[in-house]
């Protein structure tokens, strides 16, 4: 027989008590103790088990007898044994006999003993558990067949042996365990011990053969004490008890045990807390609870009321005997059972009857007042109420209620909460709840998890109806003008804001008449009132009607009220017409003429409006804003011929003409014209124009004099309108500004002659002031003051229009207000920024009040203005909170809470006016606060009206407002963040940065986090500069919906008044936390953002971060600064807006009072907030994980198929196969690749239906991919230093190149490398010392054979060969190459096109071996797939294409830099090469030869007659060269044709002047004669003889015999240009003749002085001739002027101009290359340009460098013209000299032309020199300069408009006062030169010998001023933009840059190819530098978040 364990489980019922507790451990001392208490027995043991025979044998237990009365069991599961009374259930150690009988035929031979039997005891989870086994020896280990088995149990006695507990826990059986086989003794088991001599010994069982059964055991008898049960007394199942704590209780337990005799027994009761039921307490805790007192039996405990707080206990009952034996000195027994203290039930009790009835005006009370929580002695303390109210009681289901239910009891109810009600006690005030209803009440009380409630029933009887009437408003005449608005009010007494109004048109039938009530009516149909827009009638007919109203009232009666009206249309529409339809603004008259317009009401009056305000603001309440000065008012259907303004010149200069026919009854019809008229200006020039402006307007003669004097007034003010118009269209010259300003200033004066009585007379006024305001630049501060003067008196005029004229039109004011508006818009512009002023607010508070004027109730105004935006709203008064809650009317509105009860004098029904206005600029330049306001400054006033009308102003109890920023250029920054892989369960998302902030400059700071991710973010906020686990201050979660939760610390108070999404608070208790750990009042800041994984790479554009700090600013009335108390930073505030709350908004006493227009103080609270943006610098943090990709070469492919392979992987295995096959198929010269046979054989096989379509290129380019390993390397904490090299930021530039791979854990694969020879460095330089040497040999050889000819044929030969170079490599190859590949590029290219494998093997990859295990094969083919997964296999992303493209775009754009600045410079060249051949050198020295010969002695002519002396002693002497006639005396110049000498004289006749009765008393002379004066007496032309006298017969010819008049040539027209006056070319003419001897000439010049040639009628004398000097090949004009003043002085004038002529004629002339090249050049610009135009159309003129083209083009094209006018005008000449030698010839008027084109020449220069700044922007200096400029530019023209008020001053005080004494300011030009050479520091002349003392105070006071102060303050501008646009230039990017980075770095991979490959190496610094500049380092404001604009698009960006 074979041993074999077998198991026999014992259950014994050994329970663990109540719920499972372990037993309570003894009170101290502890003890061992006999048995675990609370264990109770059962009446009788028994046993489950079995015996197994072998493995799976079952044994049989027969019933034997046993000895003793034990325990049998027979053949069955159990074994139980019999339990006397008194013991039964008795707990102990229990001695257990065995006995085994084996059932066979034969003995056991060798057996020579009984074998023993090991047992081995268990009790698992409380079971008993019995294992043994026969212990047989080896040979008899074989079947022994059926055994048979007998127990016997019984008590073991204190000496028995027991198990050791360790041993038995760690010699356990398992199922299915292996047994030891040898016979040997097992721990855990008993063992036979001596017999001792105090108890009974264990018995040893053994196992007996057939023959001989024994049963061994012994006891030895005693007396021992044994507790059976101790157990506290409770029901059945109960297993807690629960109370109050307002309840008692007693508990008794009971104790079952046998002790004849102990020592002493100890009973105690112990407490404990707990959690819950179940728990288990710590015993050695015990609660100290003195108010538990024992009862007389220490088995009774009674608990008392309120003795125990709320809460689960466990009490305990243990009792512990000490014996008298020593091993069992004590033994213990326990019972416990869990006490719950519950909390009372709440008591919710509603006084009164469950149902009530109340009358509508009655007063409901709801009294909660009795409810009560029992448990406290207040029975209201800690109660909350909460109030329900509905109409549906099905809305409460027992204790569940539909809160979100619509059956609301009142309109104010959100859900079905009663709004605002938390007391006890609900009193609702009569009408609250709506009469004949019936409302269910419901009171909910509740105190921590305990709730009660309690319903009430309420109906309220129907109220008494409502006494009203309606009320006209507007439009209120016996019939109804359809052309205007209309408005009624239902006035009712007695009506509250929840009755319900339904407004209907009804014809006289009772039929309803359609009307869109949402689009022709402001109010709708559903309120107290009704306005309906103009027109909104016009589809009904001319009839009666009735507007009627049903109100529904709350007291729940319906009533119906009507009011009368009949329709009246305007008249008939007819047909006007506007002649001419285009013409000059002041030049053309126009008519206008309108025609069958029929009416019945008679006669018509017309009204005809010009619009052409450009500009003007926008209100909301009129559709088409008519606004325009008033040409014509009257019955005539004609205007007469009438100037119109200039036309907007946006449009094309068109205006519209608004034709307004009216009807007797004031009802109207319009038609619209259009006609264009441009400025004036293009026809004639600005001081003609401004010229006839001012005799139209001023003087007492002119026109507008003349209609003010007529009392035209409307006429007058049209007028003025004009004017302002002509003059805004205007260019701006400094020359003019002064008298554009008078101009303006008088206009604006005689504005105020204009009454203001009508519409039409406020119209005028209006619009006049507000065309004369639109320029600033010419409008002074006295003209700005009248202006706003002017409009406070027209709208005082629009106020008493309203008030006095029954039939007012509130869409005409409303018009007019926007002109008013549009007004103080400009006004606002001009505002001084030293100067404090009062007017315009007040206008504005003026006009608020005139339009809200015109207003009803629920009505919404916006006026929009370039200045100021102003949004009206009236409300009543109980509906003030709705007031701007539409953000789509006022974005920026505020919300206001009013309590009217705190207005006194403010009516119940009251209504509420409010006005809210937006500044675009800061109003208040004035104010000197220490930081830049940074959001909008805005306004805001709410009145209401009195019973008698007066206006009572409100200030809101509560008011929040809603800044939105201004700028937020410096607002955000990018964060980047990526992957932390922490552990495989733990993936994060991180980022992180840092910054500083001084802590007691701010109050908080703000972060916000903006993405659209929506996962929780965790910020870590740590102090100091690094990130170390004690620098932790605290954390935030935050949220994507709700605000962020700090993490408590007692360090800091958390509490903030930002309370936003998204938007971290740091407040200012944890600012001074960090401060204090980092010991400095500069907090050094890290912020660290985690987040679960939500990138697989870093990341830069998923997060944005915002830093900043914001306060609230306030002011009420015009104060002397900001008030930082007035509002409150509020919850709401992010980085776009400012939340500002304003409580308790005091008035203060006493305000800046500067007005001279109001008499009442201003009512405006005015507010904005300063904002501070962060950081400055900022650090980036990233704790990321980066995957670096090997490329890997691709040496061999061949298509390989796998084991385990998807569809989609078969799929592109399959597609790969056909194309290795089509490849292979093609090269038969190639050697073929074969596929393993499986491989074949699994493609073939494979179902066709599972193969998918075709699959993107990024998944078949997978297939082609090799394994590689990825190397995964982890950053920690990556800091990214602030170093910026725009858009080169290192940081990005990495990050985009990361990508999440997954790490493969086998090696690299060494691919093997295909040899290459590389050639040594060295042969680089050989191969192009080779190629230099063998071209200089050639040239050598070139010229060498080329002398055999001639030098200059070798040179040629040189020249040609070079050329044919240089057109082979630039032209010829470049030409091929284009031209192959573009043929190429017109057949497309399939994957069959791309060989398989190819000689120049591009990329190796060498496949490892195809015979790979199964395992191998899997393993590749996950790695495989999870690789074709990844991010490189993927198609390209948006932001990977919009990269490409950008590259794209940067090539595109760098190619076209470099043929634009090529093609420039080229241009350039060939302008200075012109700039040479026009030899202006030699033009200088040959102009200072000529001067020097013809100026002798000039200086000495100061009379007539000086003149003749200078002719005989100068002149002909250097006309006559007797050594080479016709050429100058001592020079080579030749005298070309004849000079000429001319005299310019008056009309003979004598000029009076003033009676000398004036001056000379007695005197017989009773006149003075004057001389006349050239250009305003007339010029004499008439032919003379001698002396002068007049002949009838025409003289003619070149003699001295009369003096001939000889006329300007029309062919060849030039002027002299003199000191005083321009001349012509006419006079009386004398020649002089070189050729001839110096004696004829000077007998001539002795006759004409005879013959008074020159007399007090001389004006001037010209000498005119021209030389050529043939060395130089120049020209020269020489002109000598003698010009008499009215002094009678002679002034004299020399002036010349040398020039060269274009030689054509030469065959090998460069200059007509130079002149073809320019021409094509000039041909291709006009092509470019207009090709420029016709792209990009309209926005052509907005781009500054596009107008920059524009106009060197067309001073180009005038360029082009004036040389072919000067070659044609010189060919001309050059003719006429040739024909007439012996003539004066006119080469002057070649030299003007010549002149011209060189001035001409010059500007194109300088545009084309200034034109390459625009390729040097690719410079960092450059680019600065530009911005510097162009930011200063407006404080530049500031300055330079104070500069030349100064200068104008200096000037006209020293034209004044020294001009009379002094040279340097005898004449105004010379006055103002000398005021420039004074501001450059040139003082010369400055002796002021006249008046010395004024000298000296005028020289001081000027460079104080001028010099110390205003040029300092002009350069400070400049270089304050220069210092402030560093940062912004640094950070801003360029298209140059990015175009010049390319070349440049195109250039070092040219250049790189031609030397041995080295590693890459960065640019140099100094190359960056200089394109990109360096960043402020110590910038404090420009460092943070940008914002720009970049090719339209806002981009925001962080610099660090």
């Known amino acids: 027989m074979r041993a074999g364990p077998a198991v026999l489980l014992l259950s014994l019922g050994l329970g663990l008590g109540l719920g499972g507790l372990p037993p309570a451990p003894a009170p101290a001392p502890r003890q061992s103790s006999t048995a675990g208490p609370g264990w109770p027995a059962p009446p009788c043991g028994h046993f489950h088990g079995g015996a197994l025979r072998g493995r799976h044998a079952r044994l049989s237990l027969p019933r034997l007898p046993a000895p003793g009365g034990g325990a049998l069991l027979s053949r069955s599961r159990g074994l139980c044994f019999s339990c006397a009374p008194r013991r039964a259930a008795a707990p102990g150690w229990y001695r257990l006999s065995v006995r085994v009988r084996r059932r066979t035929r034969r003995c056991l031979p060798g057996l020579a003993a009984p074998p023993p039997v090991a047992l081995h005891l268990a009790a698992p989870g409380g079971r008993l558990a019995l294992a043994w086994f026969l212990l047989l020896p080896l040979p008899l280990r074989r079947p022994l067949g059926p055994l048979a088995w007998t127990f016997q149990l019984g008590l073991l006695g204190p000496g028995d042996a027991r198990p050791a507990r360790h041993a038995a826990r760690a010699q356990r059986l398992k199922p299915r365990s292996v047994l030891p086989a040898l016979p040997r003794a097992h721990t855990g088991f008993v063992a036979q011990t001596r017999y001792p001599t105090d108890g009974p010994v264990p018995v040893v069982l053994q196992a007996v053969n057939s023959s001989s059964q024994v049963i061994v055991q012994s006891s030895c008898p005693m007396d021992f004490c044994v507790i059976y049960q101790v157990r506290i007394n409770r029901d059945a199942g109960v297993t807690a008890v629960r109370l109050t704590r307002n309840e008692g209780d007693t508990l008794n337990a009971t104790i079952n045990m046998d002790c004849p005799s102990y020592r002493s027994m100890d009973q105690r009761w112990l407490v404990f807390s707990v959690l819950a039921e179940g728990d288990v307490p710590d015993w050695n805790q015990p609660l100290d609870v003195p108010q538990l007192p024992i009862g007389s039996r220490p088995t009774i405990i009674h608990i008392p009321p309120a003795s125990l707080s709320w809460g689960v206990y466990l009490f305990n009952f243990s009792v512990t005997i000490t014996t008298l034996y020593p091993i069992m000195s004590r033994i213990r027994d326990s019972d416990s059972i869990y006490i719950w203290i519950l909390r009372s039930p709440l008591v919710a009790v509603l006084g009164g009857d469950a149902n009530i009835t109340s009358n509508y005006k009655d007063e409901v009370i709801l009294d909660g007042s009795m409810s009560s929580d029992p448990e406290e002695n207040i029975k209201l303390q800690g109660l909350r109420f909460i109030w329900y109210c509905t109409t549906n009681k099905k809305n409460y289901a027992r204790d569940r209620i539909q809160v979100a239910s619509k059956d609301v009891c009142h309109p104010d109810q959100a859900d079905l909460r009663w709004p605002q009600a938390s007391n006890p006690v609900l009193t609702l005030s009569p009408g609250t709840l709506q009469g004949g209803r019936e409302y269910f009440f419901r009171m909910a009380i509740q105190k921590g998890g305990r709730r009660a409630f309690s319903d009430k029933t309420v109906n309220v009887l129907q109220g008494p109806p409502p006494l009203a009437h309606i009320s006209c408003i507007e439009n209120c005449g016996s019939n109804l003008i359809v052309s205007d608005r209309f408005s009624l009010y239902l006035n009712c007494t007695d009506c509250v804001s929840s009755d319900f109004y339904n407004w209907s048109i009804v014809s006289e039938s009772g039929a309803e008449m359609p009307l869109d009530w949402m689009g022709q009516t402001v109010t709708g149909r559903n309120g107290a009132y009704l306005s309906a827009k103009a027109f909104a009638f016009s589809h009904c007919l001319e009839a009666n009607y009735w507007v009627s109203v049903q109100v529904t009232s709350w007291g729940g009666k319906t009533l119906e009220f009507k009011h009368p009206i009949i329709l009246n249309h305007g008249p008939q529409t007819g047909e006007c017409t506007v002649k001419p339809a285009k013409g000059i603004a002041f030049v053309t008259k126009f008519v206008v003429r309108c025609s069958n317009f029929t009416d019945k009401h008679t006669p018509l009056t017309y009204k005809m409006i010009v619009s052409d305000l450009e500009g003007i603001a926008e209100i909301s309440s009129v559709k088409e804003n008519t606004l325009g000065p008033i040409l014509h008012f009257g019955r005539d259907f004609t205007t007469p011929p009438s100037f119109l303004p200039v036309g907007v010149s946006a449009d094309g200069y068109k205006l519209r003409i608004f034709v307004q026919v009216y009807d007797s009854l004031g009802a109207f019809s319009q038609v619209t014209l259009g006609a264009t008229v441009e400025p004036p200006t293009s026809k004639n020039s600005s001081k003609m124009v401004l010229d006839q402006l001012l005799n139209s307007t001023m003087g007492p003669n002119s026109s507008l004099s003349v209609l003010l004097r007529d009392q035209k007034f409307l006429s007058s003010g049209y007028l003025m309108y004009v004017v302002g118009s002509v003059l805004n269209s205007m260019k701006t010259e400094s020359t003019l500004q002064g008298d554009k300003a008078r101009l303006r200033e008088h206009l604006v004066n005689q504005s105020s002659v204009l009454p203001v009585s009508t519409l039409e007379e406020i119209n005028q006024v209006v619009v006049t002031v507000t065309k004369l305001t639109q320029k600033a630049s010419e409008f002074t501060r006295t003209a700005q003051k009248s202006a706003t003067v002017r409009m406070w008196q027209a709208n005082k005029g629009l106020q008493e229009y309203r008030r006095k004229d029954k039939h007012f039109s509130c869409e005409q004011i409303e018009i007019i207000g926007s002109g008013i508006l549009t007004s103080l818009s400009n006004i606002l512009k001009q505002i001084a920024p030293h100067k404090v002023v009062e007017d315009p607010f007040h206008l504005a508070e003026s006009l608020a009040d005139t339009i809200l004027a015109c207003m009803v109730p629920g009505n919404k105004t916006a006026m929009k203005s370039a200045s100021i935006n102003m949004f009206l709203e009236k409300a009543e008064k109980q509906n003030v909170t709705q007031v701007f809650r539409n953000k789509k009317d006022c974005p920026n509105c505020f919300q206001a809470t009013l309590n009217g009860s705190t207005v006194p004098g403010l009516p119940a029904k009251a209504v509420v006016s409010t006005m809210f206005c937006e500044f675009a600029d800061d ?425 055999n000819y001639s030098y200059n044929k070798s040179i040629e030969w040189l020249f040609a060969s070079f050329c044919s ?336 002529l274009a030689d054509f004629d030469r065959k090998t002339s460069t200059e007509i290359y130079l002149y073809v090249a320019i021409l094509i050049f000039f041909l291709a610009y006009i092509i470019d340009e207009f090709y420029v135009i016709i792209q990009e159309r309209a926005s052509y003129v907005q781009s500054v460098y596009n107008l920059l083209n524009l106009a060197l083009k067309c001073i180009f094209t005038v360029l082009i013209v004036l040389f072919l006018r000067k070659h044609f005008l010189a060919t001309a000449v050059t003719q006429f000299y040739l024909s007439n030698p012996e003539d004066f010839i006119p080469f002057h008027a070649v030299s003007q032309v010549d002149h011209t084109m060189r001035i001409t020449l010059a500007f194109l220069l300088f545009l084309t020199i200034l034109k390459t700044l625009r390729y040097s922007r690719a410079f960092y200096d450059v680019r600065l300069a530009q911005k510097a400029i162009q930011i200063a530019l407006p404080g530049i023209f500031h300055m330079a408009f104070v500069v030349s008020i100064y200068f104008f001053v200096y000037m006209a005080f020293g034209y004044l006062v020294f001009g009379q004494h002094e040279w340097n300011y005898n004449h105004l030009i010379h006055a103002t030169q000398t005021i420039f050479s004074y501001c450059v520091s040139a003082f010369q002349n400055t002796e002021f010998s006249h008046n010395r003392v004024l000298g000296v105070l005028f020289l001081s006071s000027f460079m104080l001023v001028m010099i110390c102060i205003l040029i300092n303050l002009f350069q400070a501008v400049i270089l304050s933009a220069y210092e402030e646009m560093k940062q912004p230039v640094y950070e801003e990017p360029s298209d140059e840059v990015e175009a010049m980075t390319y070349l440049c770095r195109r250039l070092r991979t040219m250049c790189g190819l031609m030397t041995p490959k080295s590693t890459a190496k960065d640019e140099p610094e100094f190359f960056s530098d200089m394109l990109y500049g360096q960043p402020e380092k110590k910038s404090q404001r420009y460092l943070g978040l940008k914002t720009r604009n970049i090719t339209g698009k806002k981009k925001v960006y962080l610099v660090i």
């Open 923 to 1347: 109003p208040f330049p004035w104010l000197h606060h220490p930081e830049k306001i940074s959001t909008q400054v805005v306004g805001f006033r709410m009145y209401g009206a009195a019973e008698n009308g007066d206006a009572i102003e409100i200030t809101p109890s509560v008011v929040d407002v809603y800044l939105n920023r201004k700028n937020l250029t410096f607002a955000a920054f990018n964060l980047t963040v990526g992957p932390e892989e922490v552990s495989e369960s733990s993936k994060k998302t991180t980022g992180g940065f840092s910054f500083e902030v001084d802590h007691r400059e701010v109050t908080e700071v703000l972060v916000h986090i903006v993405t659209e991710v929506t996962v929780l973010f965790k910020v870590l906020v740590y102090a100091g500069s690094r990130v170390t686990p004690t620098g932790l201050v605290t954390t935030f979660l935050v949220p994507y919906d709700i605000p962020p939760i700090a993490n408590q610390s007692d360090q800091f108070d958390p509490d903030c008044a930002v309370k936003e999404a998204r938007v971290i608070c740091l407040p200012v208790s944890l600012l001074q936390v960090i401060a204090q750990h980092s010991q400095s009042p500069t907090c050094a800041i890290i912020m660290m953002l985690e987040a679960p994984r939500f990138v697989q790479k870093p990341n830069n554009k998923l997060v944005k971060i915002f830093l900043f700090s914001a306060h609230c600013l306030g002011m009420y009335q015009i104060q002397s600064d900001w008030r930082e108390d007035y509002c409150s930073l509020g919850e709401r505030t992010t980085w776009q807006r400012v939340h500002c709350v304003c409580k308790k908004m005091g008035r203060i006493k006493r305000h800046l009072r500067i007005s001279e227009l109001a008499k009442t103080d201003l009512h405006t609270h005015y507010l904005t907030s300063n904002v501070t943006v962060f950081p400055n610098p900022v650090d980036l943090w990233l704790k990321t994980t980066k995957n670096r990709k090997h490329q890997v070469d691709l040496d061999k492919v061949a298509p390989r198929m796998h084991p385990v392979m998807s569809e989609e992987s078969a799929y592109w295995d399959d597609r790969l196969n056909k194309w290795h096959v089509h490849e292979t198929a093609e090269e038969g010269s190639k050697k073929p690749v074969k596929l393993a046979s499986h491989e074949k054989t699994k493609t073939q096989t494979e179902p066709t239906s599972k193969r998918k379509p075709a699959r993107p290129k990024a998944s078949a380019k997978a297939t082609l991919k090799s394994v590689s390993r990825h190397v995964t390397e982890e950053t920690k904490d990556a800091k990214v230093h602030p170093a910026n090299k725009n858009f080169s930021n290192k940081n990005v530039a990495e990050n985009e190149d990361v990508y999440t791979g997954a790490t493969s854990s086998e090696e690299e694969e060494q691919l093997e490398k295909k040899p290459q020879m590389v050639l040594p460095p060295w042969c680089l330089y050989i191969a192009w010392f080779l190629v230099f040497a063998t071209s200089s040999i050639s040239a050598f050889f070139i010229i060498f054979y080329g002398l």
């Open 1365 to 1700: 170079f240089l057109m082979s490599v630039f032209v010829e190859q470049p030409c091929k190459i284009i031209l192959v590949s573009g043929l190429r590029t017109m057949w497309p290219k399939y994957c069959k096109n791309i060989p398989w494998s190819t000689k120049y093997r591009y990329i190796q990859l060498l496949l490892p071996s195809t015979r790979m295990n199964p395992d191998e094969r899997k393993k590749l083919h996950e790695h495989i797939v999870k690789i074709q997964g990844s991010r490189m296999y993927q198609p390209l992303t948006e932001d990977e294409i919009r990269i490409f493209q950008r590259k794209k775009r940067i090539k595109r754009r760098a190619f076209l830099f470099l043929s634009y600045i090529l093609i420039h410079f080229i241009f350039l060249v060939l302008l200075l090469l012109l700039i040479v051949l026009l030899r202006h050198t030699d033009s200088f020295y040959y102009n200072q030869f000529i001067r020097d010969r013809f100026s002798v002695d000039l200086a000495s002519v100061t009379k007539l007659e000086d003149i003749y002396r200078w002719l005989e002693s100068v002149l002909v002497p250097l006309f006559h060269n007797d050594q080479n006639p016709t050429f100058l005396l001592d020079s080579s110049s030749k005298i070309l044709g004849l000079p000429l000498m001319r005299q310019v004289r008056a009309k003979s006749g004598e000029k009076m002047c003033l009676p000398t009765a004036n001056f000379v008393q007695n005197s017989n002379i009773k006149e003075i004669r004057c001389r006349p004066q050239y250009g305003v007496d007339p010029e004499d032309t008439k032919n003379y003889s001698s002396f002068w006298n007049e002949v009838t017969k025409r003289q003619t010819g070149k003699n001295t015999t009369g003096f001939t008049y000889k006329p300007q040539g029309k062919r060849w027209v030039y002027y002299s240009y003199g000191l005083l006056h321009t001349y012509g070319g006419g006079g009386y003419v004398f020649y002089f003749f070189p050729s001839e001897q110096l004696f004829n000439s000077t007998v001539r010049l002795r006759e004409l002085q005879g013959s008074s040639w020159l007399d007090e009628k001389t004006w001037a004398v010209v000498l005119e001739l021209t030389t050529f000097n043939p060395d130089v090949n120049l020209f020269c004009s020489i002109s000598v002027l003698f010009e008499v003043s009215q002094l009678g002085v002679v002034n004299t004038s020399i002036s010349m101009h040398s020039f060269s």
